[in-house]
């Protein structure tokens, strides 16, 4: 199926500092999302973007979270600043139109020490 | 509130036989979208099929089927002739249809193992 790909796997960094995760989405999809997954369970909303604005986002997406899509590059997560609970992975994910299904990428290991 | 529940934490079965995992939804949309994906040993999500509410046909693609109950609020998936490699972790979400959302809500997951 479609491919979403996501940089880095994995990232350690140490808290309090910012972090930046990359996602290049499928090429003709319009609608861009995060989730995130604490390990074991199950994957949590945290937002979706759409012609270069947050659509929705969940009461994870907390204030030091920010996302953008500077034109034709990655659509990205930053963090800043981090903190402990926000070790997790997070998933990208894409879709072609608003009802159909989301296409995920690999997922970024987040480790904040 | 929307909610999607998964009961069957994990399910072991030979290979080549039929699975059937469970999944219970609420939601006070009149329309929504229910998927299946698996997530894999190596982490990787792949989108297996998908249920519009308004259909009444359950979905199938390949070895996957559905099983939707609309007045129970159910959507099983079938895997028949199951593989070594079917091995993974599988989630139901729902999307629903109302205020723009686009967000999926996903279920807690089950864990199928085949064996040979």
């Known amino acids: 199926g479609p491919k979403v790909l996501q940089i880095p796997s994995h990232q350690i960094i140490d808290m309090g500092q910012m972090v930046t995760l990359n996602c290049d989405p499928v090429?003709?999809?319009?609608?861009f999302y995060w989730y995130k997954q604490i390990l074991g369970q199950q994957m949590e909303f945290l937002v979706n973007?759409?012609?270069?604005?947050?659509?929705?986002k969940s009461k994870l997406f907390k204030d030091q979270f920010s996302v953008e899509r500077p034109d034709g590059s990655y659509f990205t997560l930053k963090i800043q600043p981090t903190a402990l609970e926000d070790s997790a992975v997070y998933f990208c994910?894409?879709?072609?139109?608003?009802?159909?299904?989301?296409?995920f990428g690999p997922g970024t290991r987040l480790t904040v020490l | 509130a929307q909610k999607v529940t998964q009961t069957q934490t994990s399910i072991s079965v030979m290979e080549k036989t039929t699975v059937t995992m469970d999944c219970v939804y609420e939601?006070?949309?009149?329309?929504?979208?229910l998927f299946w994906y698996k997530q894999t040993a190596s982490g990787e999500i792949v989108f297996l099929i998908r249920?519009?509410?308004?259909?009444?046909e359950n979905a199938t693609v390949g070895h996957y089927s559905l099983n939707f109950q609309k007045p129970k609020s159910s959507i099983g998936l079938i895997i028949t002739a199951t593989q070594i490699e079917d091995s993974a972790v599988y989630f139901c979400?729902?999307?629903?249809?109302?205020?723009?959302?686009?967000?999926?809500?996903f279920g807690e997951g089950t864990k199928l193992t085949v064996s040979s």
């Open positions: 090429s003709n999809h319009l609608y």
């Open positions: 994910a894409s879709s072609r139109d608003w009802g159909v299904e989301q296409y």
């Open positions: 979400a729902m999307r629903g249809n109302q205020g723009g959302s686009a967000k999926l809500i």
């Open positions: 973007f759409y012609n270069g604005k947050v659509m929705e």
């Open positions: 939601t006070q949309d009149s329309s929504y979208f």
């Open positions: 249920q519009d509410s308004y259909k009444k």
